[in-house]
């Protein structure tokens, strides 16, 4: 999923929406819609602006509609004068496509604030960044359920869908096709590549997300590593506080099969094992599955971040910020018992990385927010053993160096 975050969903029959990462991801900057109260503090949008959302039911009243590259809960104005200072009256369109007007904050400040990974004040010098040198060549043999490497190495891809529900025809098939042919590309190529969630944007029981599905395993056919991926929200209802532990829908159906089934993964949470082909390392990869979360699955995810392996990486959709998916809270504190090198999530159309232990990739071809860039992420363990963490614009091939961090299997900082 972009930089921004996304909101909640919903169980309809004929209507749902996708994030930020899908339509329900999470939010830095708020929008209810009806705050009155002015320019923010530094001349952007009011407190409370640019909360993502699926649907109108997740604006407390408010309309869930489409601007500055996503969809935002915005407060209607039929008449034209019922915005305050910040925002302007504009003809929009709602999530649902219909005709609207509503108060949008201006200087498109929902989806035009600087990366929040660009350190302030810091300006490129205008050179190019150096080619991306992973440092050799990497023996890999990986399977469904993990397998060897010379050298930790793997790729992240984030979120991806259409900036509308159920159009198929505008999902970003270009975008994911050059990310994974990239990926192929590079030198050495990544044996395996982890996914953080939301690949389509549909009505939950509709029939158009097995259609976006089947356009993004094409794109997959690209890249001739493995792919392991993680649930998202939209794989569910669409909302962020969905739970597909008890509800099935035609998203949730699609996921299994197209997503899960090549992997012979037959339930939404799972882990596989890597280690190193001279047996100096070991790592386990915990795939949480937020919007399918029960009891089972909390005893599941105990007993396997209680294996110890020298790294630990646990993929999830949802931040730990977006507390409303079921699944985020309890895995959080789960998490902390055991030892944790790196959470990687999506749910946001950007990267960053929100916290030491957490980074996060939604850039795979959602509407991008806050100026992001598409591309993915990269991780290549260092000679210290050490794990780098690169994020790669697709457009250039190059990594971000302002972005490039390090962390040591126990999750601290490296030098």
């Known amino acids: 999923m972009g930089i921004a975050s996304l909101r909640e969903g919903y169980i309809l029959p004929v209507l749902l929406a996708i994030t930020v990462g899908s339509f329900a ?38 309309t869930c509609a489409q601007f500055s590259g996503d969809t935002f809960c915005a407060k209607p104005c039929p008449n034209g004068n019922e915005c305050g200072v910040g925002a302007t009256c504009t003809s929009e369109s709602s999530v649902a496509g219909d005709p609207v007007r509503v108060c949008v904050p ?32 990497v ?17 992240i891809i984030g979120d991806t869908r259409p900036p ?19 990926i192929n590309a590079l030198n050495p190529m990544p044996p395996f590549a982890v996914a953080t969630g939301d690949y389509q944007f549909s009505s939950s029981y509709g029939a158009e997300a097995p259609k ?15 792919e392991f991926p993680a649930m998202g929200n939209h794989e569910c209802t669409g909302a962020t506080t969905s739970n597909c532990a008890s509800t099935v829908t035609n998203n949730y159906t699609a996921f299994m099969s197209t997503m899960l089934g090549p992997i012979q993964k037959t339930k939404p949470y799972y882990s596989i094992n890597v280690a190193a082909t001279d047996a100096s390392w070991t790592a386990k990869f915990v795939f949480v599955a937020a919007n399918a ?40 504190q789960i998490m902390a018992n055991h030892p944790l090198t790196l959470l990687i999530v999506g749910h946001e159309h950007t990267y960053s990385r929100p916290a030491q232990t957490e980074v996060l990739f939604g850039n795979g071809g959602a509407p ?29 091939g190059s990594p971000d160096l302002q972005f490039r961090f390090a962390v040591k299997a126990d999750g601290s900082p490296a030098p």
């Not at 830095?28 to 649907?55: E, H, K, W, Y």
């Not at 660009?118 to 040198?133: E, I, L, M, R, V």
């Not at 490497?149 to 793997?154: A, H």
């Not at 993915?376 to 614009?393: N, W, Y």
Request: glycine content about 10%; charged content about 15%; proline content about 8%.
């Open 368 to 396: 991008l927010v806050n100026a992001s860039t598409y591309g993915f992420g990269l991780i290549t363990q260092r000679q210290d053993k050490a794990v780098q963490v690169d994020s790669i614009d697709m457009n250039t």
């Open 164 to 182: 509308v529900i159920d159009d198929t025809k505008a999902y970003p098939t270009a975008v994911i096709t050059k990310i994974f042919s990239d």
């Open 25 to 62: 991801c999470s939010s830095t900057t708020q929008f209810s819609g009806g705050d009155d109260s002015g320019v923010g503090a530094d001349g952007g949008p009011p407190p409370g602006l640019c909360t993502q959302c699926v649907i109108d039911s997740d604006c407390n009243g408010s």
């Open 293 to 332: 979360w029960d009891s089972t699955q909390a005893n599941w995810l105990d007993t396997t971040l209680a294996q110890s392996t020298t790294y630990t990486f646990v993929i999830r959709h949802e931040s730990n910020t977006a507390s409303t998916a079921p699944g985020v809270t309890p895995s959080k």
């Open 106 to 137: 201006n200087n498109d400040a929902c989806g035009a604030a600087p990366p929040p990974h660009k350190p302030p004040g810091n300006t490129d010098s205008g050179a190019p960044p150096p080619p991306f040198d992973a440092g050799g060549p």
């Open 212 to 226: 976006q599905f089947a356009l993004y395993a094409q794109a997959r056919s690209k890249y001739s590593g493995i």
């Open 139 to 155: 023996q890999a043999t990986i399977n469904a359920n993990g397998g060897t490497e010379s050298k930790l190495y793997f790729a």
